[in-house]
């Protein structure tokens, strides 16, 4: 399987199954076009010699069967063979994210979990529980070192000194148990002040800052319980917690509407304020939400992409380079077999644990009865629900079979396809097609650095 797409002046191809990237002229390009149906380099040459000089096609020819003979183009899907014994592959937990906070001092718009309440009441983890949760973890995490808790809401910090508490209990059991924890925290930014900042600094890997871009558009997706907007309360604390930290380990993170499809602006703003680690991310939301992407606006977000990937270029050679997370890609290595195929690990490696201590296969899910697999006493008793997230990868799913970006996404988030299709199998269409839309903006941006253009 082949993929082709022209970016301003470059041609690329890409071979899906070796994961190799050609960056071809105008010539071999038409040529591999030519072969993608399954005809010979011959035919095809005789197909394009009105176009190219003979001569020149013969010795592209040469060059095309040089790569397929080396496995670069064309290859063979070695991977749906391993796909066979996936599902009773052995596993173990290697994340949760605890929900420390169902409860939130803003009242975002799009916001899925219903101002922090996740389909239920308002509520607070207490230590006791979120004690237990590590032990869980500790447990059920065999003999993989590296562990990771992240601190989710609503919003964590108005739970913040159980945060602590429950840093150093991890901390406390490290040693004995061979474990090393990384923590990350999810907020708002509203709480934010000089103690929590050294704190996170000293013990977060990572912390996400949510803002949506400009102040007009921040203001109306985030405003505060009583209507009013919230920018110019955080963006003062997220750069002095951004200064902190000297620009490492942390993004900022974004969400993009209807309401805002030039969003490669608010991408442009964020980097103007300072900050060198963004992500700004489309909305999944019902079809009757207003704010809703619609299949129509997909062509104008896939120029906004390709606009905002010429946008960092130029912002490169001005020496103001950004880091903007949907545009980062590894072409040298890459995520492992497991990832390609399934994603997140949803489910199966990574759970959501409630303020009561329920387990669920992610934060998207928490709320909704049939996926509760489980709680932090008793550990996993739906078991039959977690094997159908065990059975999600990308040849168990029709649309991804044959699509070309399938070991990008890795079929996809299960949750979107859920909450549109009533199937963990199915997928999110507007979702893959501006997932595509990233990798090719993504490779391309690739290929140019190591190209040095």
Known sequence: MIHQYKIQDMNIVMDINS??????????????????DGTSIEDAINKLEQSYDKALL???????NQLIGDGLLFAKDEYEQVVVDFKNRSTVVKALCLHVAHDCN?????????????????????????????????????NRRNLEIDFFGGEPLMNFEMV?????????????NNKHFRFTLTTNGVLLNDDNIAFMNEHMHNVVLSVDG??????????????????????????????????????????????????????????????????VEPV??????????????????????????LAKIDYKERNKDFNFFHFMVDLSQGPCVAKRLAGCG???????????????????????DEFLLGNVNQGITNTLKQDAFRGCNVYAKDACRECWA???????????????????????????????KRVECAIFLKAKEMLGE
């Open 346 to 368: 949803s489910g199966i490696e990574y759970l959501a644990v409630t303020p009561t201590g329920d387990l669920y296969p992610c934060h998207q899910f928490v709320g909704i």
């Open 214 to 279: 400009r102040k007009e558009i921040h203001d109306k997706m985030r405003p505060t319980p009583n209507g009013k907007g919230s920018y110019d309360m955080i963006m003062p604390k997220f750069k002095a917690f951004v200064e902190a930290r000297g620009q490492k380990n942390y993004y900022v993170r974004g969400t993009f509407t209807h309401e805002n499809m030039d969003f490669s602006e608010d991408v442009l703003h964020l980097a103007d304020e300072g900050f060198e680690q963004i992500s």
């Open 19 to 36: 994961g190799s990237i050609h960056v071809v002229d105008d010539m071999s390009y038409d040529l591999i076009r030519a072969l993608d």
């Open 106 to 142: 803003l009242a975002c718009t799009y916001c899925f979990a219903s101002e922090g309440e996740y389909h239920g009441d308002r509520d607070l983890m207490s230590f006791e529980v979120a004690k237990k949760a590590i032990d869980f973890l500790v447990a059920h995490s065999g």
């Open 164 to 176: 602590k508490e429950t840093v150093h209990y991890a901390r406390s059991i490290e040693q004995e």
């Open 58 to 64: 013969v010795q592209a020819g040469d060059e095309v």
């Open 406 to 436: 399938k070991f990008y996404c890795s079929g996809g988030c299960s949750a979107n396809s859920f909450n549109f299709h009533g199937d963990l199998l199915a997928t999110y269409e507007i979702g893959c097609e501006l997932e595509k």
């Open 284 to 309: 999944v939301a019902p079809d009757e939400m207003n704010y809703a992407i619609k299949e129509e606006d997909l062509a104008y977000l896939k120029d906004q992409y390709e606009k905002l990937a």
